[in-house]
């Protein structure tokens, strides 16, 4: 891992484990699926980690973990140094100013019974960080950093469209100044022009006020332009981590290997690049050893039999893979 | 399987006794059935003796655990005014209810659900409308209003169908018909929601894409998902075979146990109504049981796997 | 005549309670070509073969000419429709989960297409949807014909679409975004699987996408839709090469890059118009880096241009990959 000496971690997650029951049919008894299993994280303040992964790679979770939204059955998760407290505490309530979430459906997560300056304005109200006076103004300085026009105040969100509609929500993530902002596809719903215009914005916000970011997406080329490093995900482990720069362009494990594959790049065809067989993989239906060795092309007898750990592979990069790095090199801390 | 059976029995009891408590309590406490019964130029003395015959002279309590207990020995009472099985008296009266509930049930169902399902593939037509104002009027007016505007019209002014009685087969029409109308209109508007519904889900735009023929789409596609909630909604109307006839039976002077029912209790006739009543809660709660199965049956996704 | 050509789409208009969402497209799709149509939400790409096909609800007002194999199928009564439909041309769609009927086995959905289109019935039937079933990829079909939509997933059940759309053998199959709501991993086995059954069938294929990088990998020819209108027609190495309407450039310009440093996006400035407040002119004019007085008064036709391409545009980019110097060419032009 990348190590600040001058910088202590905003967020640091530590063996998170968050597993639910799931039960087969109307009458079957309940069986426990490991959603996130064992996940060690460091975000900096300022930088940008992205999160890859496809369905089953528990990488949602992972995030509403990281907020404390979802409990975790083992492990802590640490903000600014200090444990996360408890879903529904007043501490953890006043903690939301520090850090918010922006998801995919803007929709969804706007009450369409308010004016967008409402919602925009809410978080300056919940949390007492402006008098009633001037949230006028911090609103409007608010939209107009997110490229809404202050005229635009008034409207309701179903008269939106899509790209304006996140603009709001990322407006009512900032207006308590985060210090976090965890952002769960925030682009996929988005027309490609408009995920553009998005992406730029956010990038903007972040450098000028200083927030960290955690962005989770299953878009490698958008994660990519947004992240400094990025963490792959597996069915609830991380599988490699590494700046943006060398993961895509020099993959080391396989299932990174096979997710760059698949990305169509025009011009290129599609011989001579890596299909992943088989499906994504089921929570509840773990494979033995290494849980990607069902679709590996490049799996031996010791991934179906034993789980590779996390395990720096060269400077600032780890991998948990048993052909990439060998037993002798130290666990990632 | 076993551990979902036995819930819902054991839910299922519980309702029924919640029912059975519930009548029990109110009945002791909204009126004196001594005075009912024997009229109020009746001596103290003869209202104290037939308090104590009937043992209502006990502490409430008492009387609930005799009856719970008569209850589990399959005593279920005798009719204060009658002096017969109350038990008895009641399924004596069941085939004059279904006489008039199963044939409304069966038009409910034959008229009410094409009707609805006929109206959601023509919208905005002629007949959309007319169903949809058809179906407010039927479950808007009450079933006593709608009885006697029937009666007035088809009795009264044309002659042509008698008001009362059970005598002749004629005798059921109208009562029939009132029961019918309200349900009818529920289910043309259920079926006609269920299946606008389906019309607009993605599979029926593959099915058409296959270059299926537009009725076998229908039949074939779309029914079948529109079956699911609307045979939901028959069953709960199955449930109330029995207790759906109160009001009609009154108006139309049919003998069947929603008269009964509501002759007990103005007699507070303690035993005949406690009878009825666990008759409908086990029916009730029975369909509901039917309904779920058939719920989980009919819809394959519920067998599957669910998390929480 | 029996045309040379399998699908002709001419001036192909559609309306929606009066607010006119396409133009008047022109398509020609030869036998056995893999063309793309290109766009963002709300540019008619779908709604172009959704209204060919007959499919759109009753509130849609269609016009202009469907012809397959030179006969013309727009207008005609429901049962020339449904005898073209899954026969001659069939279509997939988005979200393969929802689209497939829940309360009917998988195998019972496939046979049907089966019974409607090739007279198969019974064990004829059966064997050939498992045929279909291995053809697409579907591991351990005999065990799973008799299973529901909803105990297979996202990926499988867009093979299953796939085999129930080659049931019928046809010869064009449209894929509206059909790998749009599936993961990455598997978006790359679908894409490689119409690949397969396009050399393997013949079939023509008409790949509707917003994925550029995706419809390359498949078509050899490509619409960019704008507005409800075609903007550039072309090949695929013309397109991708050089593409020379603004919008096509800018849609480009905005996709980020898994390569290369980490840059800025170029995003398109503004949004798509909504049908109903279209502007005078070119429609993309008031996002156009180009536009000049004449975009705003006057539209641009779909003409033919040099290189085989067909583009609307008064003044496309030039060879040039940088907007600043398409700008500082233009002031050249102008002077020239």
Known sequence: ?333 | MLRFASIRLLRAMITILAVLTFAFVVLRMSGDPAQVMLGPDVPQESVDAFRKAWGLDQPLWIQYLAYIKAIFTGDFGVSMRDKASAMQLVIDRIPATLQLTIPALFLKVVIGIPAGVYAALHRQSAVDRGVILAAIFGFTIPSFVMGLLLVLIFSITLGLLPSGGQDTWQHGILPTLTMSIGGIGILARFSRSAMIEVMSQPYIRTASAKGMAWQDVVWRHALPNAAVPIVTIVGFMVGSLIAGAVVVESIFSWPGIGRLLVVSVTNRDLAVVQCILLMIAATMVVSNLIVDLLYGWLDPRLRAQSAH | MVSNNLVELRDLKVAFDGIQVLHGIDLTVGRGEAIGLVGESGCGKSVTWLAALGLLPGKATVAGSVRVDGQEILGTPRSVLESVRGKRIAMIFQDPSSSLNPVLKIGRQITEALVLHRALTGQAAKAEALRLMDMVGIPDARRRFDLFPHEFSGGQCQRLMIAMALAGEPDLLVADEPTTALDATIQAQILDLLIELRAETGMATIFISHDLGAVSQVCERACVMYAGRIVEQGTIEALFDNPRHPYTRGLFDAIPRLDGPRERLIPIPGTVPHPRDLPEGCAFSPRCSHAAIDCRSRRPNLSPMDDGRLLSCFHPVSQSSDLATVAASRVAEAVA
């Open chain 1, 1 to 333: 891992m990348i190590s600040h000496t001058a910088n202590a971690p905003l967020i640091e997650a530590k063996d998170l484990v968050r597993t639910y029951e799931v039960r087969q049919g109307m009458f079957g008894k309940a069986t426990p699926v490991r959603a996130v299993d064992g996940i060690n994280l460091t975000v900096m303040p300022g930088e940008t980690l992205g999160v890859v992964g496809e369905s089953g790679s528990g990488k949602s979770t992972l995030g509403r973990m990281l907020l404390g939204i979802d409990p975790s059955q083992e492990g802590e998760t640490f903000f600014e140094g200090k444990p996360m407290p408890k879903l529904g505490t007043p501490e953890w309530r006043a903690l939301r100013a520090r850090m918010q979430l922006v998801y995919q459906d803007p929709l969804a997560a706007l009450d369409r019974r308010l004016t967008i300056a409402e919602q925009i304005g809410e978080p300056l109200a919940i949390h007492k960080l402006v008098p009633k006076e001037h949230r006028g103004t911090r609103v409007a300085e608010l939209m107009t950093a997110v490229g809404l026009r202050p005229d635009q105040a008034d409207r309701y969100p179903h008269e939106l469209s899509g790209g304006q509609r996140q603009r709001v929500v990322i407006a009512r993530a900032l207006a308590s100044r985060p210090k976090l902002l965890v952002c769960d596809e925030p682009v996929s719903a988005l027309d490609v022009s408009i995920q553009a215009q998005v992406v730029n914005m956010l990038r903007d916000l972040q450098e000028k006020n200083g927030i960290a970011m955690v962005f989770i997406s299953h878009d490698l080329k958008v994660v990519r332009n947004m992240a400094d490093r990025v963490a792959v995900m597996y069915l609830g482990r991380i599988v490699e981590e590494a700046s943006s720069d060398v993961i895509f362009s020099a993959p080391l494990h396989p299932y990174t290997t096979a997710l760059v594959s698949s990305v169509p790049v025009p011009g290129k065809p599609l011989k001579g690049r890596v299909i992943l067989q088989g499906e994504p993989p089921n929570p509840a239906n773990r494979p033995s050893g290494c849980a990607f060795h069902p679709r590996c092309p490049l799996a031996t007898d010791i991934c179906r039999t034993s789980v590779p750990q996390l395990r720096q592979v060269a400077d600032g990069r780890t991998a948990a893979c048993h052909l990439v790095v060998g037993a002798d090199q130290p666990v990632a801390a």
